[in-house]
């Protein structure tokens, strides 16, 4: 078992998650309340990712952050690092690929809310930011936790990309999954087993709480 | 007292002008799509007219000219609305205590006398999935009246609930409604309702106020054909205003019907007229009465309903092609009298009833 793989791909995707919930709640509540001419297109490309094979959205993410690119370039100013092959590198790429599974089941959980609710909500005097977090928030819950669940499980699972964007280095850009592979072409099937179940326990108990939460709370709210 | 004038040419039309007294009920009525909602919308503040006024007490809450425009937050309106928007994830009191001034002390003790006020004391700890249609529109309205509003709104409040429900539930509201000292507006396409739960009505129809007055003024006396269709008054027909012995006289078909006031109509003139289904009254077939001297007519019964103790006739009048004239009458009159489709009975038309209306 490559402990430190292990420890990247939790690192990767619990940061992966802190980088998503605002992003993605912001990104779902401007979608959810704004109609707007080119609004399909702009949700095509946070789809993207989910229908793009991994190595052409790998290879566009490699170009964007080389360090001649306008990103790289900036990082490589800023911290005298490289972007690609970083494990910052790989963060912002995991933030991209993983974006539509935190946008989407956010969206939804926000567009069922009724317009009613809200406006109820503001005729009983509750400020905008207020009726978010006291209405809105509680109400799209089972669509965030949804959303972190999805991206944390998509995140820990990736692999094209990884490996355009990260390669494969110990302790840096070396994710469980890219460790799986590593063990398969060296012939260590054992060590691909046991990295293999830990993955797939992961996945079932992530699932499983997803499931368990939304069932919970619409028994609570009746629907 | 809240005053309001409204102009809007899009997305919906609204020309709408109204007035409404603290402590008074009144009732936007119309068909659906005529604007009744739109209206109450925009008072809440939730919607915003392209021109126009809306004033509640001193203060201005809504000036086009001036630019002012209130949040609903600062307008402090109470909205009952018609699914009655509860917000399905707290409690019914903790829906009340969100709605309660924050500022407040006694959250709990304001929350649990609002309960109380509509009846509903014991279910403090329910969800709104887990109360009744009459249940939820109970906690709306205290949700409402828990920011002491200045104005309290009822968007179709009774229209999610099954007719026994409703029943009680106007009786209570009529209750309720006396310790309110706040104008009270509430939207229904339901006639009856708006009747029987309003101090005044306002027809409205296309997005434009058409009347506004007491409910029997409406309904009986409206200003015009178009606003007697929409409170879907019976006996509408039209005749023409002759001089007859001296007076201004109502030539119907080949009949001379007095009516008391000529409303400024003039001679020769072709008019519009109605006459309420309870002023036509039944000559007693045994002992004739002073009554059948006031316009009598004959006429066949050609149809009978019974609804809750009063009976509907359908008379064909003689001599008027065919013209058929509604009456009402209590259900034991009709019994006394031996009443029957096909009989043959002669009414009279009350003049002083009678409201002649322009085209």
Known sequence: ?223 | MLELNLQQSYPNQLNVNLRCEAGEVLALVGPSGAGKSSVLRCIAGLNSPQKGIIKCKDQTWFNSDSKINKTPQQRRVGMVFQNYALFPHLTVIDNIKLALDTHSSSLLKQAEQLLDQVNLSGLEQRYPHQLSGGQQQRVALARALARRPEVLLLDEPFSAVDKVTRRKLYMELNTLRRELDMPVILVTHDLDEAAMLADSLCVIHQGKTLQQGPPEQVLYQPDNIAIARQVDARNVFSGQLVKYDGALTLRWFDYYINVDKSMGFSDGQTVFWTLSPSKVLLHQRVRRSRGEYENPLVGTICEMIVLRGITTLLVRIENTQGTVLQMDLPEHVAMRNDLAIGEIISVSLLAAAIHLMEE
């Not at chain 1, 963060?91 to 089941?105: C, D, E, G, N």
């Not at chain 1, 993955?199 to 709370?217: D, E, G, H, M, P």
Request: net charge neutral; proline share 4%; charged share 10%.
């Open chain 1, 1 to 223: 078992m490559d402990w430190q793989a292990f420890e990247i791909s939790m690192m990767l995707a619990v940061l992966t998650c802190v980088a998503l919930l605002p992003l993605g709640l912001t990104i779902a509540y401007f979608l959810a309340k704004s109609r707007f001419v080119g609004r399909g297109v702009i949700e095509a490309i946070i789809t993207l990712p989910l229908v793009l094979p991994p190595t052409v959205l790998g290879y566009f993410l490699l170009v964007g952050m080389d360090n001649h690119s306008a990103l790289g370039g900036l990082f490589v100013t800023l911290t005298g690092h490289s972007l690609a092959f970083s494990f910052i590198g790989l963060w912002f790429a995991s933030i991209i690929y993983s974006l539509p599974f935190a946008v989407q089941p956010m969206l939804r959980s926000l567009e069922e809310i009724a317009p009613e609710i809200r406006e109820a909500a503001w005729c009983s005097g509750l400020s905008k930011w207020k009726t978010f977090f006291k209405i809105e928030l509680p109400l799209a819950w089972p669509g965030i936790i949804t959303a972190m669940v999805l991206s944390f499980s998509h995140t820990l699972g990736e692999f094209g990309v990884v490996l355009m964007i990260g390669g494969n280095i110990a302790g840096e850009t070396r994710t469980l999954s890219i460790a799986i592979y590593d063990s398969v072409l060296a012939f260590d099937h054992q060590q691909a087993q046991t990295m293999s179940y830990v993955l797939l326990a992961i996945a079932l108990i992530t699932i499983s709480i997803v499931y368990t939460f939304n069932r919970k709370q619409s028994r609570m709210v009746g629907i």
